[in-house]
């Protein structure tokens, strides 16, 4: 069941985008089996490249405090669009090194909403088990 409550912190996060270049706003929210939470959004950069993703500053917020894939219980990526955001290949990458391959990913947009793991979102990954 998607936890409602992670996707409304992710909404609220969504707000704090800095998203001058596409105007395309995302927001993220990390639960960990704690109860704590770890918030995200888009950072974008004049050099295109550099912008950060919602869930990857989501993530990386949470590692920095020490926070690993064991600890986490979900993560919520939401946006704005018509569409239902699917993290980008980039992200992709950095999930599936960070998150342990079931934990529940919430997608949602403000009309509809769908649960994943990075299993699903990137098959065949290459990940530390092939070095
Ligand atoms: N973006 C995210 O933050 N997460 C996604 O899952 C898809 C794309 C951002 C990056 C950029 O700031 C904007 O959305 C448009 O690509």
Redesign the pocket.
Known sequence: MIDQKLVERAFKNLEN?Y?P??R???G?CLETVNGDFYDG????NASFGL??????SAVFAAYSKGVRKEDIKALA?V?EGNTI????GA?RQVLVELLKKDTPIYLANRTSQLETTIEQLLPMSFTQEDL
């Open positions: 985008a998203a270049y596409s395309y706003r995302v993220a959004a888009n950072i974008e912008t950060n993703c919602a869930e990857r990526i946006c955001a699917a993290p980008c992200c």
